[in-house]
């Protein structure tokens, strides 16, 4: 396979997933299901070699670089790191989707695995949701803003966030912070 006949799949995918309502109403999300299973195959291959084991547990806490950015605008920024700490309110969030990207899901049937990381990505969404509802009344204060407002900001911050590992999550893509990463890259650049 072919660099562009493995792109071209993820690109459109992407686009699909970045249409959201429009996707879900032509059916397109359905593509992007089935474009994805060739990565959860890919997987299941790699992980049903005997010679293959699971790596150990690693983080980078939220990936994409979040966490290192989050921490260096944190000791730039004393006033921001007051408010904020020095790393993201919703990194513990971001540490349990990575323990589950880790192994790729409990069950290595491709259309289980899909499902695993689709629940895995809506329960980092959700997490998100959750850690601004906590915060909602001090930001809200520290702020000036009303708590809806600070709802509404963090509904686009877990919005993000879920389509960024939806895009960028995928099995077998060779990034480190891929579905499955505990297992050796099962994408089409291995030789």
Do not use: K
Request: proline share 7%; with cysteine; hydrophobic share 40%.
């Amino acid at each position: 396979m072919t660099r562009l006949e493995f792109l071209l799949p993820l690109t459109v995918a992407a686009g699909l997933l970045a249409s959201g309502a429009r996707a879900q109403e032509s059916g397109l999300l359905d593509i992007e299901r089935r474009l994805e299973l060739i990565g959860h195959r890919g997987l299941a291959g790699v992980r049903a070699r005997p010679d293959v084991a699971l790596a150990p547990f690693t983080t980078d806490g939220c990936s994409g670089g979040l966490s290192t950015v989050w921490s260096y605008v944190a000791e730039t920024l004393p006033r921001f790191a007051e408010s904020h700490q020095d790393r993201p309110p919703w990194e513990p969030c971001c540490i349990t989707h990575d323990r589950a990207y880790h192994l790729g899901g409990p069950d290595p049937e491709p259309e289980q695995s899909y499902a695993a990381r689709l629940r895995a990505d809506e329960a980092l969404r959700q997490c998100v949701l959750a850690t601004g509802r906590d915060r909602a009344e001090d930001l809200a204060q520290d702020y000036g803003m009303t708590r809806e407002q600070i709802d509404a900001a963090y509904v686009a911050i877990s919005d993000a966030m879920f389509l960024a590992v939806r895009l960028g999550g995928g099995p077998c893509t060779g990034l480190g912070w891929r579905w499955g990463y505990g297992f050796p890259n099962c994408g089409p650049f291995v030789q």
